[in-house]
């Protein structure tokens, strides 16, 4: 599943690649006044080309990326609505190379196949309006996934919007080819941001399971390892940082490279320990979180906790920009972490830290 979740990335690129270089075989076609789907309307020159080479294969890779939005949704009637939506979106996509209009995809008659190429298209276009609006909602709920909710509400909005106006203007078709593909746009930049973040296997977290100062976070994410032993607080901070800590008590100031953490938490019991800090950066307040805990299976699990909570714009702004590195920062904190286990022993590479 999470492989379909790419097609929401190579799907539109491979779509998009495939309309420019097909347009450039046609001195005449204009891409702010002509449909894309003129590029591969029955009986012009190079329609193949179009049809099997960017509606058919784009929208099959589209059709698997709302496939595998049930991967990280929680069972539900939304759930199922949402990925059931996009993949017609998709599908319609496919359908459309398969079934195509006649030359100039003329509005009013035409042939059974232009009728219902012409029908396909309005029809394919809502159902992803609606699913974005449902994931607006869905996204709402699931703190890993909650900083994409006003953006796929905005997405639905601006989609409708242009939608309309595109309508509008099929009478006099100014301008029509513009707000076709401005719509797309808008729903391919949605489709490949959600499509990555499935890919990099965004874990689905509800609110129980995520420490309680975090669950208001615009931004949650979570990463998961074995360890093959417990670690002490102090141990698993020690680690993660790499500086040198004898204690670790709430209330304490840990001096790290990223900067001042302050402890909010600690806890060190047989079947877990536990430790939440928070710090300061642009525009926002940042919780981190370290979580050890033996398990029936065998080996003890790490989870690291991350959340963002902004207190403006730029904070939103600042962590998107800081976001590539985060990730890779937290996968090496987890193999520290199991290299500090296995060692049994404390990093000793810097100075101890108190309050």
Known sequence: MRVLALGGVVGPVLFSLVVLYSATLRPEYSHITNFISELGASGTSHASLMNYG?????????????????RFLP???????????????????????????DPGCPQVGGTTENFIHDKIAPVSFLCLIAATAILSVQFRSLPTWRSLSVYSGVTSLVAFLLLVT?????????????????????????????????????????DTSVPEPMRDAWHIDVHRGSLPALLEPSEMVAAVFNIGIEALAKGDVVQ???????????????????????????????????????????????????????????????????QPGHNIVMHVALRRLAHAAVLGTKPTSGAPHGA
């Not at 960017?54 to 049930?70: C, H, V």
């Open 54 to 70: 960017g509606f058919l294969p784009g929208g099959i890779l589209l059709a698997g990326f709302g496939l595998s939005l049930r």
């Open 75 to 101: 069972p539900s009637r939304s759930t199922l609505a949402a990925s059931f939506l996009t993949t017609v979106f998709g599908v319609g996509i496919a359908l459309s190379g398969l079934i195509s209009c």
């Open 166 to 206: 595109l309508v509008g203007s099929l009478e006099t078709r100014d301008l029509t080819g513009l707000w076709q593909r401005l719509m797309l746009g808008t729903f391919f930049l949605w489709t490949a941001v959600v499509g990555l973040r499935a890919f990099r296997g965004e874990p689905l977290v509800d």
């Open 256 to 322: 790290t490279p990223f900067g001042k953490f302050y402890t909010d938490e600690v806890a060190s019991e047989p079947e877990r320990r536990f430790a939440l800090l928070h710090t300061w950066a642009p525009g926002s307040t940042a919780r981190f979180a370290l979580e050890a805990r033996r398990t029936d299976s065998g080996p003890c699990e790490a989870v690291l906790y991350n959340s963002v909570h902004p207190t403006s714009w730029f904070g939103k702004l600042y962590f998107r920009a800081i």
